[in-house]
C-alpha cells in the first residue's frame, strides 16, 4: 500500500496519505508534508517528543502537522520518521525521528496547514487523510 500520493491543486499543496490505523495514516501525512520541503530521505539522528491537543480528528491532525512546521521553522529539523504514535480522547502523542535541515537540499516551505478539503475516511478497514497546505 503507498503510503501518500499527491493531488492536483490550483494555488496550493494536496496530498492523501494512508494506513491501516488512524496512527499510520497521519504518520504518513507527516512524511507527505516533509515531502513538500525536500525529497531527500531524511535520516532520523535527534529524537523529539510531541504532544498535542485536538477536539476531533481533524483537529488532531491539524495540530500535530503544525506541530512538524514550527520544528522546522524554529529549530531546522526535518522529519526522518514517526514512532510511537498514540491518539487518546483528543489527544496525539508521538516520538519524532528528525536531522537539521541544513544537511538535505530544501526545494519549498510550508506556511501553514488549512482545513481546507480535510477529509478523514475509514474505508474496507483502512485510513485515508487528505489535506491542504498553504505554500
Same mark, same amino acid.
Given at each position: 500500500?503507498?503510503?501518500?500520493?499527491?493531488?492536483?491543486?490550483?494555488? %496550493?499543496?494536496?496530498?492523501?496519505?494512508? /494506513?491501516?490505523?488512524?496512527? *499510520?495514516?497521519? &504518520?504518513?501525512?507527516?512524511?507527505? !508534508?516533509?515531502? #513538500?520541503?525536500?525529497?531527500? *530521505? @531524511?535520516?532520523?539522528?535527534?529524537?523529539?517528543?510531541? &504532544? #498535542?491537543?485536538?477536539? $476531533? %480528528? =481533524?483537529?488532531? !491532525?491539524? &495540530?500535530?502537522?503544525?506541530?512538524?512546521?514550527?520544528?522546522?521553522?524554529?529549530?531546522?529539523?526535518?522529519?526522518?520518521?514517526? &514512532?510511537?504514535v498514540?491518539?487518546?480522547a483528543?489527544?496525539?502523542?508521538?516520538? !519524532?525521528?528528525?536531522?537539521?535541515? *541544513?544537511?538535505? $537540499?530544501?526545494r /519549498? $516551505?510550508?506556511?501553514?496547514?488549512?482545513?481546507?478539503?480535510?477529509? @478523514?475516511?475509514?474505508?474496507? /478497514? =483502512?485510513?485515508?487523510?487528505?489535506? #491542504?497546505? %498553504?505554500?
Amino acid at each position: 500500500m503507498e503510503k501518500f500520493k499527491f493531488l492536483k491543486h490550483t494555488a %496550493d499543496i494536496k496530498f492523501q496519505a494512508y /494506513g491501516k490505523s488512524l496512527k *499510520e495514516a497521519f &504518520s504518513n501525512a507527516a512524511l507527505a !508534508l516533509t515531502a #513538500v520541503f525536500s525529497e531527500d *530521505e @531524511i535520516k532520523g539522528k535527534t529524537k523529539k517528543k510531541i &504532544s #498535542v491537543l485536538g477536539n $476531533d %480528528d =481533524k483537529e488532531l !491532525l491539524y &495540530s500535530f502537522l503544525e506541530e512538524i512546521i514550527i520544528l522546522v521553522d524554529t529549530k531546522n529539523l526535518l522529519l526522518g520518521k514517526v &514512532s510511537k504514535v498514540k491518539i487518546v480522547a483528543g489527544k496525539l502523542e508521538a516520538e !519524532l525521528l528528525m536531522d537539521r535541515t *541544513e544537511n538535505y $537540499d530544501i526545494r /519549498g $516551505d510550508v506556511k501553514a496547514v488549512t482545513y481546507n478539503e480535510m477529509l @478523514i475516511e475509514k474505508k474496507a /478497514g =483502512k485510513f485515508m487523510v487528505q489535506v #491542504v497546505v %498553504d505554500v
